[in-house]
């Protein structure tokens, strides 16, 4: 990696990292309004807790983090691959655990690492990997 593809990697993950943050927060509010007040068991309230947050990871690292002027719905219909696989095989693992006694915010939250960890990844090379900084040059 040379010196420019080294500051950009760095910026974008530190971006994604910080933009993962607020969609965890808002994971993790609307995950325990629906758990603890509506009394939702783990995996709904999991699940409609991670679709608010995809959405709004979604958003804010297309334009910021990525500043990708790339086609939408194919950005998002990745995006919306990447959570066909992931989504099932966290909501099973995480109704596993907390079946077996686990806490759910202990799950929530290793959970919300691995995916902060493999949707950059994904994200990176994957859904942007050819119009990362493209939204800048085409508005130029």
Do not use: C
């Not at 655990?97 to 691995?114: A, K, V």
């Amino acid at each position: 990696m040379n010196e420019k593809s080294t500051h950009d990697f760095r910026y974008q993950a530190i971006m994604f990292f910080f933009f993962s943050i607020s969609a965890g927060i808002i994971q993790a509010l609307t995950f325990t309004l629906l758990y603890e007040i509506v009394s939702w068991i783990y995996w709904p309230s999991y699940l409609f807790a991670l679709t608010l947050s995809v959405l709004w990871n979604f958003t804010l690292n297309r334009k910021f983090t990525f500043k990708s002027a790339n086609n939408i719905p194919v950005a998002m219909t990745l995006i919306a691959i990447f959570y066909l696989v992931f989504t099932p095989l966290s909501t099973w693992w995480g109704d596993t655990l907390e079946s077996i006694g686990w806490n759910g915010y202990l799950i929530l939250g290793m959970t919300m690492i691995i995916n902060l960890v493999t949707e950059f990844i994904y994200t990176k090379y994957v859904v942007y990997h050819n119009s990362i900084n493209t939204a800048t040059h085409a508005s130029s």
